[in-house]
């Protein structure tokens, strides 16, 4: 899926270039995309941190019960 949609990103400022290229909003158009890109590439670090920021918690519930399932099969053998 992220590689669909970073082909669609990629054609699309590629097309919205050759569309104003021979027009005067050619730079402007380029520094839109650049800006999107920007924008885009900052709200999904902004999101990566988040995640990675809760790694340490990850499973946690996991953990705990396979703990308590293990202390179990224990008391059971």
Do not use: K, N
Request: charged residues 10%.
């Amino acid at each position: 899926m992220a590689h669909a949609l970073s082909c669609t990103l990629l054609f699309t400022g590629a097309l919205v270039l050759a569309f104003y290229w021979d027009t005067v909003y050619r730079i402007p158009a380029a520094i839109a995309l650049a800006a999107l890109y920007g924008l885009g590439t900052a709200l999904s670090w902004r999101r990566f941190q988040s995640l990675s920021a809760l790694s340490g918690q990850s499973f946690a519930a996991t953990r705990v019960e396979l703990a308590a399932d293990m202390v179990l099969l224990r008391s059971r053998l």
